[in-house]
């Protein structure tokens, strides 16, 4: 971690994680948890973790849900993790055109969680979290899989 992280964090009340959900980039959670009690203990006592905010996150792929099972369970009772932000190309192509992507595409649904996350810190209410069921995703290709199956035969 770079010097400027490092004071960032002293002078910061809160702190949300961003964290790809990918598995080295998830590993690394732990180590940045341990600092951030390090900087309580001797420097921000105020300093507290908003919550793990996992990104370009798909639902659709195994890994990705593997990754947010193993956040929730590892950050039990250190943090809380939020509700994962899409992976879409509306970050892309809003950066490319040099606009914040809620405003170049309003109403694209990956711009949903930002939105939500936005408006509890505005509001100061419960952060929106994450909610992961391992066997709802895996159902949804079984039906998918079986759906296509019917539709080869006929």
């Known amino acids: 971690m770079g ?11 809160v702190v949300i994680v ?8 998830a590993m690394g959670v732990a180590l940045l948890l341990s600092t951030v009690q390090k900087i309580q203990r001797r420097l921000n006592p105020q300093l ?26 590892s950050t039990a009772g250190t943090a809380i993790v939020l509700e994962p932000i899409p992976e879409s190309a509306v970050y892309g192509n809003a950066a490319w055109s040099g606009a914040i992507a809620v405003d170049a595409s309003p109403k694209a649904k990956a711009i949903g ?3 939500r996350l936005c408006s509890a810190l505005a509001s100061e209410t ?4 994450a909610l992961l069921n391992l066997d709802d995703d895996v159902q949804d290709d079984e039906d998918t899989e079986k ?3 019917r539709r080869s035969r006929a």
């Open 48 to 73: 507290r973790v908003g919550g793990i905010l996992p990104t370009r996150y798909n639902g659709r792929q195994s890994v990705d849900r593997e990754v947010l099972h193993h956040l929730i369970q």
């Open 3 to 13: 010097l400027m992280t490092y004071m960032a964090l002293v002078a910061a009340d």
């Open 126 to 129: 419960p952060l929106p979290m």
């Open 18 to 25: 961003p964290v790809q959900t990918e598995p080295p980039d």
């Open 147 to 149: 759906t296509e199956g």
């Open 113 to 115: 969680p930002y939105v």
